[in-house]
């Protein structure tokens, strides 16, 4: 996995039509989407989202601390 590639998309939802949202290849799907699954395994409150929940987050790192902002547009930090 190209992870800094990964890491630029995990910062746009998939599909331009969203807020923050940016056109993505297949691939890039595929790539974001293992990647942000990848960040939250072993986080309870996140396990279980479909590829389609997936599609409707986004995740960043600020400094050290990593935050994701759901699909109604709220951030935790995690």
Do not use: C, H, S
């Not at 396990?47 to 699909?71: F, S």
């Amino acid at each position: 996995m190209d992870e800094e590639k990964a890491r630029k998309l995990a910062m746009f939802r998939a599909g331009e039509e969203k807020r923050l949202g940016k056109k993505l290849t297949a691939e890039e799907i595929t790539l974001r989407r293992q990647f942000i699954k990848t960040m939250l395994r072993g986080i309870p409150a996140w396990q279980g989202l479909t590829d389609n929940d997936v599609d409707n987050v986004r995740i960043w790192k600020i400094g050290p601390d990593w935050y994701i902002e759901d699909q109604d547009y709220y951030e935790y930090p995690f």
